[in-house]
Every structure is written in structure tokens, then in C-alpha cells.
């Protein structure tokens, strides 16, 4: 993955003391700091597996900027100013409020050019403070009441807009703005309309296949496993995960359960066809955790589970089953 930063500002919205600060000037993406602090926060946020799709609503104020942006009609200190002036207006009215810095970055992930806006609630943490007393220096330790958070901490909230498609990932929190459950920067900012994360896409198609398999009396383990094994193999980014496809992958001998777990995956929400990251999808798919009731857990990666030469299940006489494990070069103790 290489990230190359463009452009970035930062502002400041102090709602302890009152103050909001928009800068005029963008940060140095040169200084090493800088280009670290973001890069390692890009890269985090941009592989999160909860990052859902949006799509812009026809009437969005920033989709006609980022136009503008992209047509080089629009500066980008102006473009990034008037985010930041949406942010801390809507923001501002939420219960709760809490000090955050708000980042607005124009670069490019390997060949595909965004905008990112990411929003850093600052944090009590403590620093060390030199005071100088008549002739002497004193060493303090004080609460620093505005530390930004480090790379390998989740960001609040982060939006990554495709410049060329307008293509939106984004992950948010709800806020309660006058009594009411708000997304800010979906609803408000972005003024988009989303769609289900890979991530929880894959855990309902799970959960649905579990439910068909047990209904019917066949092995729900076994039903996961295949769907897991669906979305790490077959999954085909440009068409989405498509429903029938897997429920024809998972219950090949028998139409009537394709058929109803086609109807579950659609009374639960998700559409016959979902548009996912197929890296996303892939990283929450990829292993498959098993629990038994004695309280062993084994995490075994999906494409064993059909394979005997690495994983074996057994039904014993006496009704329970074995688990064998095999061509295993080296444990590890963790």
C-alpha cells in the first residue's frame, strides 16, 4: 500500500475553552511527523473492515465542492475551510461535546486519488512542564487536556471520497442532536445515503446460513465455513456478494434451502446483490473460530474446513464428535 499526501490541514475545535481555530495554512506533508501522524492513520482507517459505502444524495453541498475541487475551480484551503465549518456547526449542537481536531487530506492510496476527512477527538493525557522560578527550573508533570490520538488508535470518524467515481467509504458515530440519533458526518457533511459494511455483510450472510443449515438439520459449522470460503474464493469485487450465488455454493443439493436462505438474506435487510471491498470482506472471512462445549477454541483458517488433510470431524458412537488436527510442523505457545 503507498500513500502519497498532497494536501492536508488540520482545525481545531476547542469546546472546553470556546475556541475554534480554521486554519489558513496547510499542514507541511513533507515534515516527518506530519507525513507519518497521517500516513499511519490512512492506513489504519482505510483497511478497517467496518467502513461502509455511500453514495451521495443528488442535492449533497459537498459533492458539488468536491466537483469544483476536482475541476480545479475550487482552492483547496477554501474546500477543506468550508468541511471544517460544516463539521464544528453540527458538531457543536451534540450532547456530550467533547474537544476534536478535524483533518481534511487530498492524497493518493497506490493509484487511486481521495479526499479523506478524519476526525480526532482529543484526549486527557499527561506531559511534562519546565518552569523556571527566580534562578531555578522545575521539572512538572500536568494534565495535557488536547492530545491527538496515536496511528494505532481508531479515529472517532473518517469519510475516504473517491475523487474520480465520487465512491464513498466512510465510518461514523451516532451523535444525539436535539433529542435525536444523528450521524453527523454521513448525514450532515458528507449528505450521503450508505449501505451495510463488508464486515457485517459477511457476518449476516453467516448467521443466515447457520440458520437455513440448522433448520434443516445439517451442520451449521459447515454452512459458515462454506460461506467464508465463498467470500475468500469466488468473491468478485466489480458485481458485490451476490446471494444466490452463495446459497448455491453452500446448499448445492437442495434448491428449497437456496431458496429460503435467498428470502432470509433479503427479510434481514441486505440486498440480493451488496457492492463490498473485497479486501474487507476477505479479512473477515478469512478464519473460522470454533467453540466447544468443553471450552476449547480452535481458530482455523476457511479453506481447511474442506479439507481432511489438515482438518478432520468425526461423529463417535456415543454421539460426540472429535476434531483432529493434522500435519502440524510446529506449536506455539501464546
Known sequence: MIITLHKSILHIFDFTSGVSVLSEETLDVDSFSVATFLSQHIEKSYNETNLQFGTFLDASKLKEQILDYRA???DFIPFARSIGERM???ISKAENLVSTDIIVCDFTVDEKRLIGIFECT??????????QENDTIKSNIIHHYAILPHPPQKLSACAFIDLTSLDIRFSDKKRSINGEDTLVLADLVLECISSISPKESVK???SVA???????????MLAVSKAKSFVVEHLDEENGLDAI?????????????QEEFVKEVKEAGLPQVVKVDKAAAVKSAKNHKIKTDTGVEILVPVEYFQNKDYIEFTNNSDGTLSITVKKIGKITDR
Open 204 to 206: 449476516l450472510v453467516n
Open 245 to 257: 450465488k452463495i446459497s448455491q455454493d453452500i446448499f448445492r443439493a437442495s434448491p428449497m434451502m
Open 88 to 90: 464544528e456547526a453540527y
Open 72 to 74: 480545479d475551480q475550487l
Open 210 to 220: 447457520r440458520k437455513v443449515a440448522e433448520k434443516h438439520g445439517q451442520s451449521a
Open 122 to 131: 482529543n484526549r486527557v493525557g499527561f506531559t511534562h512542564q519546565i518552569v
